[in-house]
Structures are given as C-alpha cells and as structure tokens.
C-alpha cells in the first residue's frame, strides 16, 4: 500500500480531515506536510488539523476537526452530540461542544470544551464517522437544558427509536453520579417516572394522552393493539377491548408522513363495521376533552354490554 493511499483511506475516515502527528506516522515527512500547505494542497483547519481532497466543509467537518485538535479521546458531546443523534427537544446552539480527558485543557475559537473524570469505554460511540458521546450520557448531559417535561419527550423519542434502554440510562446515571452533578436532578425526576418496562408509545401524544387518563383515575387502555381484520393484523393506538373503545392519535405529525396517514383510514372505518366505538385525538385536544370523550364512551359501551348480556 503506497503511502498516499494511507493518506486517503484516514482521511476518508475523518470528513476528509488529517492530523500532522497522523500524517507523518503514515510516513510523510514533517517537509512533505510543510510541502502541502504552501502548495494549497492541504488546507489548516484547525491547528495540526488540515482538509484534504477537495471536499466542500460541513458541520460534521468541523465537529470532527474540533475532535481531532483536541487530541486522542476528544468527542463529540453536549448539544453537539444530541444534534448528531438527532435527539428530540434539545434547543440548538451555535458552537461545538467536545469532552475530554480532564488532564487535556482545550481552547479552540468557537468550541466549548469539558473535562470528565467519569467518561468511560460504555458513554463513547461513533455518529457520522465521530467520536461522540453515547445518546444515554449525551441525554444526562443537556437534560438540564431542557427541564423535566422535554427531557422526558427527548428519552421517550430515543427509547421509540432504539437509541437507548432504561437499563442504558440507569447504568449512565449510576456512572457518572457524584458530588457536582445535581444537573442529574432533572434526569432521575424523568427516569422515576418510567419503570424497567416502560413503554414510551408510538408518539409523545400516545405517551400524553396515556398520563391524562391515568391522572383522571381511568383504567389504563392497551397500547398498540393489534386485531385481525379480513385477515390483516392492524394496530390500534391505544385500545379498551373488552368495550371495544379505540383511541387513534390523529395528524401527520403524530403519523410520520401522508401515505401513513391516509392508511389509517380504511383500518377506523373497519373497526367501525366491527362494532368498535372509535374516537380520534388530535395534539391540540385538552386533557379535559380526552378525559370526558373517554369517559362518555367507555360509559356508554359499558351500558351496551350490560343490556345486552342482561
């Protein structure tokens, strides 16, 4: 293998970025990267850091050549890490956050740099080709920016999405606990509300309309219930079988796109040539109104049955 193969294939690895140290142990001279730079073959990004092959800049670029200046162990974390896994209700931020050894002290324009003592082999992964903190620690890191009800939004998002566990997050918490952390506060508020089989629903409005009924003192519906209709499985959001109530969340958003969201509707019109009783909640329904539809169907079901056994 020649060497600017190696060359290519690290920084391939890397956004198209190189170090001095990574280069020169692929075999460059410290004259040959020296060579490369006054003939704009390589370009400094950050100091030690340089961009090679042309590739136009990112944001993941940028988030990697902060990661690589701050030397072996550097990641990605914080907000920076929560917008590489895409978790939900972290509020934006325009600078790049990175963690690191608490011996490295780091100090890079636009970059705001931590130090853990308790950053372990299990709150480290790849995003995007970047060292990043796993999507366990990287929620306990910003959960304090976002209090107890978004948080709980952001664990139900990455649990519905297989980011993490419950167990993940305990294990993360127990890790990094100790004395300083009381932004830990709101992350155990939101993790004592969620029990080992916690099931976060299909959507944030399942999980909504889920505390309403149990704060109003209704028997808990089955979520995702699935009945066979002409021979297809088709799932109910939230469902009372024995009264045959179906409660189906209502709006692309809660459905992800139109094609799921028109599919819906030949499965309500079903459940209805079946006897259900289907009712439909929309993200602006009040606690109130899902409380009294509930109540008046199940009421009325319940009645039903009664005469009809009588």
């Given at each position: 293998m020649s060497m600017q193969t190696r060359l290519n294939q690290i920084s391939a690895r890397q956004h198209g970025l190189i170090t001095r140290s990574q280069a020169i142990e692929a075999g460059l001279s410290p004259s040959a990267v020296q060579r490369r730079l006054h003939d704009h073959r390589w370009i400094p990004i950050r100091s030690g850091v340089y961009a090679i092959g042309g590739l136009a800049p990112t944001w993941e670029r940028a988030v990697m050549a902060a990661c690589l200046a701050g030397g072996r162990g550097t990641?990605?974390?914080h907000v920076t890490a929560?917008?590489?896994?895409d978790l939900d209700r972290v509020p934006p931020a325009d600078r790049i956050h990175v963690t690191s050894d608490p011996r490295r002290r780091i100090r890079l324009d636009g970059v705001t740099a931590h130090r853990s003592t308790r950053l372990s082999a299990a709150d480290v992964a790849t995003r995007r080709r970047?060292?990043?903190?796993?999507?366990?620690?990287?929620?306990?890191?910003?959960?304090a920016l976002m209090g107890t009800a978004d948080t709980g939004k952001c664990v139900d998002d990455a649990l519905r999405r297989g980011l993490?566990?419950?167990?993940?997050?305990?294990?993360?918490?127990?890790?990094v606990a100790g004395p300083g952390r009381r932004r830990l506060r709101v992350v155990r508020a939101?993790?004592?509300d969620r029990l080992p089989d916690y099931d976060p629903g299909d959507s944030n409005l399942e999980v909504r309309a889920l505390r309403t009924l149990a704060a109003a003192g209704l028997p808990a519906?089955?979520?995702?219930?699935?009945?066979?209709?002409?021979?297809?499985t088709r799932r109910i959001d939230l469902a009372y079988p024995a009264e045959q109530v179906a409660i189906e969340l209502?709006?692309?958003?809660?459905?992800g796109n139109i094609g799921a969201f028109h599919a819906d509707r030949p499965t309500r019109n079903?459940?209805?040539?079946?006897?259900?009783?289907v009712l439909q909640i929309t993200a602006d329904a009040t606690p109130d109104t899902i409380v009294r539809w509930v109540e008046r169907t199940l009421a009325s079901r319940t009645a039903v049955n009664l005469r009809t056994t009588a």
């Open positions: 990641v990605a974390s929560a917008r590489l896994w970047i060292p990043v903190t796993a999507p366990a620690r990287t929620i306990i890191e910003v959960s993490v566990t419950i167990e993940l997050l305990r294990a993360s918490v127990a890790r939101t993790l004592c519906p089955v979520q995702q219930h699935r009945i066979l209709v002409d021979g297809r209502d709006g692309w958003a809660w459905h079903e459940l209805t040539s079946l006897g259900w009783a």
